[in-house]
């Protein structure tokens, strides 16, 4: 079994097709195995923000980098900013809001090199599309904190085609992703032009909560139960697990799609791994599909 890689656009960043995300790696994890897992089965790229738990995880993160400096040249760092949390850690924030200003990116990007033991991120996201941000504002930020060596590569998440589009319109340097959530629980994306408009602009996107999480694995969605007891009988039939079959769904998508996973489990991290080796078959692919959708295409 060997770990896939690609870059997310031409002269982009490099990443392993499989990326951990950490926003379930809060303190009391055992962050040093679920890394080296990751690691050893061949996901070298990380996916952080600076809110994941209440403000916590980069700093437990950071505590493995700390302890074990020489890992950072093994992997690639993603951190998310631009959400601000109620919380009692930030007394100051009164309600949940966003923040794309330029003073919020840069104090931002400071606090997670700051959390995460390392001097740049291999890639920074805004987190949510912000109805005040200003794309020229934005650009400075971005401008200067590549100049500075502490970001190396830039991109969004949860980004309309207009939205993307607005801000790609402004920057010096191109977007090189845009983190949204797919599956096989939310396919609206791959039918509905937003993942076409990043394929034609030779964009990959990366595909948050790919498992579809909690509200469709535990089968109380009727979408849920009809993916799941279709992928069930293959399990039985077929072997693998839903994960890998899940997985390999997205990774047969021609867009290059990068999977983030949200597991705290070492076996789940192995599971994902698993699926970049299957070649899912066209007519395989149609009936996740046509599962998710509760009806054959037209």
Known sequence: MAMLYSTTCPDGPSF???IAGAWRWHPGT???????????????TFDHADIYGDYQNEIHFGTLLRKKSSLRQQM???SKCGIKLISSRKPE?????????????????????????????DLLLLHRPDPLMDPDEIAEAFLQLRDQGKVRYFGVSNFTPAQFELLAGTLPMPLVTNQIEISAFQPAPLLNGSVEYLHARRVSPMAWSPLGGGKFLNGENEVGRRVLDGLNKWTIERGATTTHYLLAWLLRHPANLFPVI??????RIAEAASAVNHEMSRQDWFQILQWSLGKEVA
Do not use: F, M, P, W
């Not at 949200?262 to 076996?267: A, D, H, I, L, P």
């Open 16 to 18: 392993s097709r499989i």
């Open 76 to 78: 690639q760092l993603i």
């Open 30 to 44: 055992n962050v040093d195995a679920l890394t080296q897992t990751a690691l050893d089965l061949g996901i070298t």
């Open 93 to 121: 924030h009164q309600i949940k809001h966003y923040d794309t200003s330029k003073a919020h990116i840069l104090a931002s990007v400071e606090q997670s090199l700051d959390n995460l033991c390392t001097d740049y991120l």
């Open 262 to 267: 949200g597991t705290s489990r070492t076996e």
